[in-house]
């Protein structure tokens, strides 16, 4: 017997982000998501290094590697609409779990808890925080995707750039690493290839 999960999850290249708004370049899911894989542990390097923490940064990378996978069923829900309001909010979270569950079950049974486990983990107080940094990630990742667009001449995401600056400015409250990361990896992302060179 076959099993479709990883002929589902490749499809992730095909789900274009940031659909109602006009993009100078486009981003997909894939490209997203091995970003948010690479910040997420690279936040949870820096917690263990700089803050005493115990997280599992490859864990983390994984977790961001497959945390919009739901959205290959569900295509990307513009934030706006998203988080309009809690009713809308909660129903969209149920989709999304209904989603995962339908991924989940293109695998093989004896393979199944592996990947339920970074789709949906463990009650760990660390288990927690590291999901949380994935989360910040996934922010920053946001933020890093309209910086390019400024930087390209596309004033479309300047609105976008508020909200998520004002996001990440509640989670920096509780999680420094995100003020680490911005501090020492944010500003080269304006520059331009010679600069960075």
Known sequence: MSYNFFAIISRMKYIERWALMRNSRQENLSEHSLEVAMIAHA???????????????????????YH????????????????????????????????DIQLLHKLPEDLRP?????????????EKYMRR?????????ALIKCIEEKNAGNSEFRTAKESTMKSIKQMK???????????????PYGKTLDELS
């Open 43 to 65: 936040l949870c390097v820096i917690g263990n290094v700089r803050y005493g923490r115990h997280l599992d940064a490859e864990k983390a990378a994984l977790i961001g590697l």
């Open 68 to 99: 919009d996978a739901s959205e290959i069923i569900t295509g990307d829900m513009p934030t706006p609409v998203k988080y309009y309001n809690d009713e809308i909010k909660q129903a969209y979270k149920k989709v999304e779990a209904i989603a």
């Open 114 to 126: 592996a990947f339920e486990d970074i789709f949906k983990g463990s009650e760990t107080e660390d």
């Open 133 to 141: 940094l994935v989360k910040a990630a996934d922010k920053l990742s």
């Open 173 to 187: 409250k509780e999680l420094p690493e995100i003020t680490d990361f911005m501090d020492d990896f944010l500003e």
